[in-house]
């Protein structure tokens, strides 16, 4: 589209801030309504693989992920007490590196002063209160009272998202999987120069993720009750329990835990929107419309993904409508089959049944996926 867009990203999440610097980067009027009063991500880390990578070279982003993370080339496979079994080097993206691992807060931090200095306006403790598609533009009422007139709203509002009830009540709800995630952050091992994965078969799996020249964090995925949390105070000796049957670096970084309230506990559970994911100028991106297991350490590079092409299929389309027609006919395939392959890996690592069409995607491997995924999107 020749002339400028007036946009309002609901969420100012990885995938909304990379939306809001892309668009405000090509002269549309950005907003972002972010409901947290300041970008506060949870204190654990991300990886960023090479296609999210490439996205972060492509809005101008790629050194200071970088120089906030730590950039690494080679998966390490171990046993239970560190010895490697194998080493898998990782893909690149048309000349991005193959991998980062980032803090969560240093990632939001990149993004939001990009997302600033482009000229995108966040406003933070705010959510949409009322909104009114009349087919030519969006009348949204903020919890802050304001109100605006959109060309579009873009749904980046993550796997709760809000907008999608709006849009399509609780069809969608997430479904939880009967996996949970323990992650805790803790002084990088020497030796752990890029991701480390060290497994005692069926039973466990730990992995070791470094994110900075000075912290790694610690992995794992269980079988847990829809409805356990951990109490804070305990979730470390919960985490011990069940990784007693690592020694090395497992339970050497299980050591180094300081305060047991460090241990972040994340229920895994995975949403798909089956209908368009936009309704009249309404569209929802990211975790909102296809949040998938981290599996394939593809979430976020999934919601950074659709943003860019967003940006790209505004650019080349006539009008609102068909750009959203045409981005979504590009994103649904890769979206859907990093979502599917996914939860095939948790199945498979978990030892749980999978069905004949997971066997058959399984059949490309974690590698085979990295080199699929690191193709353009
Ligand atoms: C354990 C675990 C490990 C993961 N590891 C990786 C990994 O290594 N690599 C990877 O690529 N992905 C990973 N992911 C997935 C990744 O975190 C998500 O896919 C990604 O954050 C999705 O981005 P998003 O912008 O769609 O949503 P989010 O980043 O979740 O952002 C949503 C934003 O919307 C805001 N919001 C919510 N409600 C409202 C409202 N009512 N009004 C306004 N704003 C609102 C939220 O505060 C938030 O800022 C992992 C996920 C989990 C659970």
Not at 22 to 49: C, F, N, S
Not at 101 to 122: W, Y
Not at 236 to 241: G, R, S, Y
Not at 248 to 258: M, N, Q
Request: glycine share 10%; proline share 7%.
């Amino acid at each position: 589209m020749a002339s400028p867009l007036r946009v309002l990203i609901h969420g100012g999440g990885i995938g909304g801030l990379t939306l809001a610097t892309a668009l405000a980067r090509r002269g549309h009027t950005v907003e972002v309504a972010e409901i947290r009063d300041e970008l506060d991500a949870l204190g654990v880390g991300i990886i960023q693989p090479s296609n999210a990578l490439h996205v972060m070279r492509e809005i101008g982003l790629l050194e200071a992920c970088l120089a906030a993370g730590f950039e690494w080339e080679v998966l390490t496979i171990a046993d239970p007490m560190g010895n490697e079994l194998a080493r898998i080097p990782q893909p690149r993206m048309d000349g991005a590196p193959p991998n980062n691992g980032i803090p969560r807060p240093a990632l939001a931090e990149v993004l939001g002063e990009a997302a600033g200095a482009a000229g995108a306006r966040i406003r933070f403790g705010t959510t949409v209160a009322e909104l009114d598609d009349d087919g030519t533009g969006v009348t949204v009422r903020l919890s802050d009272g304001s109100a605006g007139r959109w060309d579009l709203v873009v749904g980046f509002d993550g796997i709760g998202s809000p907008l999608r009830t709006r849009l399509y009540g609780e069809r969608y709800a997430p479904e939880y999987t009967g996996f949970a995630n323990w992650r805790v952050t803790v002084p990088r091992q020497a030796g752990v120069r890029g991701v480390v994965m060290s497994t005692a078969g069926q039973e466990a799996k730990a992995l070791l993720t470094p994110i900075t020249d000075e912290l790694m964090y610690l992995g794992a995925v269980f079988a847990e009750a829809e409805d356990f949390r951990p109490d804070p105070e305990l979730a470390h000796e919960e985490l011990v329990k069940r990784l007693a049957m690592f020694s090395g670096p497992v339970a050497e970084a299980l050591a180094a835990v300081d305060d047991p309230g460090a241990v972040v506990y994340s229920r895994i559970s995975q949403v798909t929107v089956e209908e368009p994911w936009h309704v009249g100028r309404v569209v929802l991106a990211g975790d909102a419309a296809h949040a998938s297991t981290p599996h394939l350490a593809q979430g976020a590079a999934m919601a950074v993904e659709d943003a860019f092409v967003l940006a790209e299929s505004l650019d080349a389309a006539p009008t609102v409508p068909e750009a959203l027609e045409a981005w979504e006919a590009r994103r649904r395939p890769r979206a859907m089959w990093v979502q599917a392959l996914s939860r095939a890996v948790l199945k498979q690592e978990m030892g749980a049944e999978t069905t004949p069409e997971e066997d058959e995607l399984l059949k490309i491997g974690v590698p085979g996926a990295a080199h699929v995924l690191a193709k353009p999107y």
